[in-house]
């Protein structure tokens, strides 16, 4: 068994992680939300009422993640990839099933597995009116580091991210939302978590802060052999990124494997001699309408294409 | 001792967190101040109209003092409840709450860490409070005993810490007017602690509810301290600390336990997630 006494973060002295297991492991997880009931309603409706206010947001989910592998999570909106996040951050308790950190167990160790996670949600959760200094200062001491030490490691981390001097003591609310995002996603680096679950991270930054942001998730790999688990719309992120990737669909996962892998096996159930894209790979797995030409013509690219179909199957639907 | 460290300077961070807020809403701050000010005012000034409407001779200055002592108590019970039930309802509104509930620290470290700045916020406003009203009146406080009086608030604040993590529970589960909701704790104290009037004017069967208030024993403190000049080793003032120790050292581990159960049925059912 080897055994790997973390370094680096305060918090961890007392954790020690058996770095022969697997970083995450997911077990048959489901999780189903019931709607609140409304206060009147007609007798015969109530069966059917019942199966409506019940949505399954994760179904049956099983999948593992080794330690240094960065695992993508793919799927449409509402599918369920944020809901499997919040079950991983602790935040969420699944209905049936387990998940495990490092052998720690999400609902019953959840404060070991508080030690060694953090995350990135999809908006910028701050307080507003604070400065990117004193929100990540607030973060800092949770997470049991002093002050100065503090100070010094998120200036360092800010400027890292393409963050200027002199917004760093300025309120967050006069920044653009790339760069709240980038101050969400220091926050996350600033703990030095083993395992990092980014929630579409990258959602309304420029292509160069999609960059500075990739090559931060992949330093942080190499420097503290950080396990990251990312969910995204963006398969060219997907593509550059992943070592592997899980497609999810209606709360299932309906594909999962290497990147060149999960092409190979899309051009083979589509008969096509030349190669498929990740966007066709997802299409083909999760989509019922296959996207052309005229539609990327009409909504101005894929993505926006599949947005605004994906939204006409819910009204459909 | 680490872990005694790491749950010293999460509870400081709260501290810091909620001191840089306020310093951020200043405006806010000093709009509540006024708005306490004026309405402290407002009711003291019954006292000194009540010969005029009566038309019978009443102790002007014992009534105003009587009166002052109810408005400051219930202007700290506002303040630290309003802190207090705000650690839910601010982070809500911010969509911070995820953030904090995942972090490594005990749910006694984040409540009683975002409880004291309560506690400080609550005596400054009160203090200053008092001072501005008591300057309309011309009240003669030569018997007034301060030193009891920031005692009794002290001692009273560790009960209203317990009833305020209580009420905390009503925003983490009703995610829109959860906020609004946790009124009703503080509108029932104010009715049966004799904040205005004693409490034999109440009928028989709400006069019991008064002793498991702890604003009751404050308020009885506070007057003893201020209309009497009672010391702190007092027999008087002993009958109102032991009954707020106890309501205090029950109140704070029987609501934490409530908020954690009621934490755990909101990660259940997704209710963390919602910013209401």
């Known amino acids: 068994m080897a055994i790997q006494q973390l370094e680096g973060m305060n918090l961890s002295q007392a954790i020690v992680i058996d770095t022969s297991k697997d970083a995450v492991e997911i077990m048959g997880v489901s999780k189903i939300f019931k709607k609140s009931k409304p206060l009147f309603r007609w007798p015969g409706r109530v069966q059917k009422e019942e199966e409506k206010r019940e949505v399954r947001a994760v179904d049956n989910v099983t999948m593992s993640v080794k330690r240094r592998e960065i695992m993508g999570i793919l799927g449409a909106n509402g599918s369920g990839k944020s809901t499997l996040i919040r079950i991983l951050s602790t935040l969420l308790i699944p209905d049936t099933g387990y998940v495990r950190i490092f052998g720690y167990d999400v609902e019953k160790d959840e404060r070991m597995v508080q030690r060694i996670i953090n995350r990135v949600s999809v908006e910028a959760s701050f307080f507003k009116k604070l400065s990117p200094m004193e929100n990540l200062l607030y973060a800092a001491r949770l997470y049991n580091m002093p002050g100065a030490e503090a100070r010094a490691k998120i200036r360092s981390i800010l400027v890292r991210l393409g963050i200027p001097q002199d917004r760093i003591g300025q309120p967050l609310e006069n920044m653009s939302r790339g760069m709240q995002q980038k101050v969400a996603i220091a926050r996350a680096f600033l703990t030095a978590p083993i395992v990092l679950l980014l929630d579409e991270p990258t959602t309304g930054l420029d292509p160069r802060s999609k960059i500075d942001v990739q090559t931060f998730v992949r330093q942080l790999r190499e420097d503290h052999d950080a396990t990251i688990l990312i969910t995204t719309h963006d398969m060219d992120e997907a593509e550059a990124l992943c070592d592997r990737v899980a497609i999810i669909d209606q709360g299932r996962i309906v594909a999962m494997g290497e990147v060149d892998e999960l092409k190979r096996a899309a051009a083979e159930r589509m008969e096509r001699t030349t190669p498929v894209t990740m966007n066709e790979v997802f299409m083909h797995y999760t989509a019922a309408h296959l996207i052309t030409d005229a539609d990327i013509e009409r909504y101005g690219s894929w993505e926006k294409a599949f947005e605004a179909l994906e939204a006409q199957k819910e009204d459909e639907g | ?276």
């Open chain 2, 1 to 276: 001792m680490s872990s005694l460290l790491h749950q010293g300077r999460a509870s400081y961070a709260f501290f810091e967190r909620n001191w840089n807020l306020s310093k951020r809403y200043w405006a806010w701050e000093v709009v509540w101040l006024v708005y306490n000010i004026v309405n402290a005012m407002s009711v003291t000034y019954i006292g000194k109209a009540a010969q005029a409407l009566t038309h019978t001779k009443v102790d002007t200055n014992y009534l105003v003092l009587y009166l002052l002592i109810g408005t400051a108590v219930w202007s700290y019970l506002s303040v630290t409840f309003e802190g207090v039930t705000d650690m839910i309802t601010i982070e809500r509104w911010e969509g911070t709450i995820e953030h904090t509930f995942m972090a490594p620290i005990s749910r006694f470290t984040h409540l009683i860490g975002s409880c004291w700045y309560a506690v400080a916020h609550g005596l400054l406003f009160t203090f200053i409070q008092l001072i501005v009203v008591a300057a309309f009146f011309n009240l003669d406080l030569s018997h007034a005993n301060y030193v009891t009086a920031t005692f009794m608030l002290l001692i009273g604040s560790i009960s209203f810490i317990g009833f305020g993590i209580g009420a905390a529970v009503l925003p983490l589960l009703f995610t829109e007017r959860g906020s609004q909701m946790s009124y009703i704790v503080r509108a029932i104290l104010l009715l049966i602690s004799g904040v205005y009037y004693p409490i034999s004017v109440l009928p028989g069967w709400m006069q019991p509810l008064a002793s498991v208030s702890p604003a009751t024993y404050v308020l009885e403190g506070l007057r003893a301290a201020l209309q009497n000049n009672q010391v702190i080793w007092s027999p008087e003032i002993w009958s109102y600390t032991w009954p707020l120790i106890l309501t205090g050292v029950v109140s704070i581990p029987v609501s934490v336990y409530i908020f954690r159960f009621a934490e755990r049925y909101a990660k259940r059912t997704g209710k963390l997630k919602r910013n209401g």
